[in-house]
Every structure is written in structure tokens, then in C-alpha cells.
């Protein structure tokens, strides 16, 4: 099959490589983990909390990949598919650890107050994407706010802000519908925001600040 043949097929660098992996050049296969591993790492670490978990992730999620990689029909991109695969892996292995909670809470459990209650004048630095409030001191903050999050916010909020996808990608990624991603992601920026507040009523937040890579 070629790019030609299939008008829905992104053309994106990883499609000739998926074409040929499926079309018998198996021996491709550890570039196609070169590309996402340590992306996928990332990932893994942010929802886990754990390094072994997140490696233990990375690795169940390529042998699915490799799997399951002749089903992928190219009606999206391979990295969206990937983190279908990489978030499905991720909860599987989150509900089998000892340590996971019998029953996820509420956002509305750790909420300090009404949405009603938050002052009307948003100050600057809430409208800033949140990769980019970050410096070192900032850093462990975030990385703590976004931990205290139940898993299906800290989801949206990993893939959205931190990932890099849009709106109707996360939708599709999480099965869920964009409304439902928009309020799952308004509501999990205004938890860690609300965490962060203390921070910023100390220190002005400047537009041109430098943006920083994610530490979580």
C-alpha cells in the first residue's frame, strides 16, 4: 500500500517505515522505538510515578505495537495510535499495582472551593500554557500538582499540555468526546493552577520568560 493508494493517510516520517515494516522488513522495527522511546518514557514517568512502571510501559507498549502493528490503518497519525496504545497499557498496568487506590476520586474532592469562587480577573500567567511557567523552583511544584490529579484529569492534562495534542486527538485517543476532554482539561488546569497561585502571588510572571521542557 502506498501513500498514493490511501487519500486518509497522513503523510507524516513514519509512514514509509510502517509500510515497510508491515510489508516484512521486521529489522526496522527498533528505529520505529528510536523515535518514540524516550517520548513514551516521558509519558510513562508522568502517569506512573514510578520509573520501573514507566519503563515496565514503554516496553508492554512496543510489544503490542509490534503486535498489532499490520492492524494500523493509517486513518491517523502512528504517534496518536501509539499513545492510544501507551495509555491503555498505562492503565492496565496502574489497576494491577498494589499501590493504586480501590476507587479514583473526584476532582471535585480536591477542588478548593465553587468554580463560582474564582475571582473574575484571571491573572496573566493563568492563560499561559503550562509548560511554560516552569523553572527549577517551579518544577517540583508542578510536578506535585499534577501527581495529586485522579488519573483520568491527569490524562487529559499529560496529553493536552504536555504531549502536545489538539483537542479532537486526545478525544480520539481516550475514546471520549471534546466536550468531555475540554471539561476534564479546564478543570484539571484549574486544580494545578490553583496550586501554583501561592508561587506566582510572590513572584510576577513575565511573558517573555523562556520556555522550559516539562520536568513531570
Known sequence: ????????????????????????????????????????????????????????????????????????????????????????????KKRKSLYAPEEELSLDYFLPGEEAAIPARVPDWAAAPLDQLLNEELGNRLRQAVHELPESYRLVLVLRDMEGFSTSETARILNLSESNIKVRLHRARLFVRQKLTDYFDHEPYTPSSPSWSCPV
Not at 73 to 92: D, G, I, P, Q
Request: net charge positive.
Open 1 to 92: 500500500m502506498s501513500i498514493s493508494q490511501n487519500p486518509r493517510t497522513p503523510n507524516d516520517d513514519d509512514t514509509e517505515l510502517i509500510i515497510q515494516i508491515n510489508s516484512g522488513r521486521t529489522d526496522l522495527f527498533p528505529e520505529l522505538v528510536r523515535r518514540y522511546e524516550q517520548k513514551l518514557y516521558n509519558f510513562g514517568i508522568r502517569m506512573c510515578r514510578d520509573v520501573q512502571d514507566a519503563e515496565d510501559m514503554v516496553q508492554d507498549t512496543f510489544l503490542n505495537v509490534f503486535r498489532y502493528l499490520k492492524d494500523f490503518r493509517f486513518e491517523s497519525r502512528f504517534k496518536n495510535w501509539l499513545y492510544r496504545v501507551a495509555t491503555r497499557t498505562c492503565l492496565k
